[in-house]
């Protein structure tokens, strides 16, 4: 049987051998403390109900595919398919002593190291972390490190003439 996506219908045909019925899976719902493994509990105990894919993905706001997904991945690997897999902050791209030398060169004007811009900003941040670590970081992660070090962005106040 075939959803309308042309994949198989997305149905728990292992449940006997997972040991989990749709009440089962239901309660695991209900006591799940994450809510990504409570809806995801949830759209199981569903399908198990026998409602199709796409009327349980319309019920929780997803698309179909992701809850065959979901339903795939615990036919797969079974309870343990269900939890997110969080792949976490990548990390810092500089180094403890590469932010202690970005601080300390930071403090001159942009010029004193051979760029030619009259501000400090993150295409500037970026073009020296090139240039001196050889790392490539982006304009946004440049500002990030710039008010981590403790330096902020100042705008230029316009006054105002009443003539």
Known sequence: MHSEGGLP?????????MGETAASLLRKSFMATHPRVRERFMALALIAEGHPAKAVARRLG????????WVHRFNTHG???????????PGRMLSPEELAELKAVVQRLPRHVGLEVGMWLGTAVV???KRTFGKTISAATARRYL????????????ANRKA
Request: hydrophobic fraction near 40%; glycine fraction near 10%; charge should be positive.
């Open 147 to 158: 008010h981590q070090l403790g330096f902020r962005r100042k705008r230029l106040v316009k």
């Open 62 to 69: 997803r698309h179909r595919g992701t809850v065959e997904a």
């Open 127 to 129: 073009a020296y972390v």
């Open 79 to 89: 309870v343990a398919g269900v939890w997110p897999h969080f792949r976490g902050h």
């Open 9 to 17: 219908n997305a149905h728990l045909a292992t449940l006997p051998q």
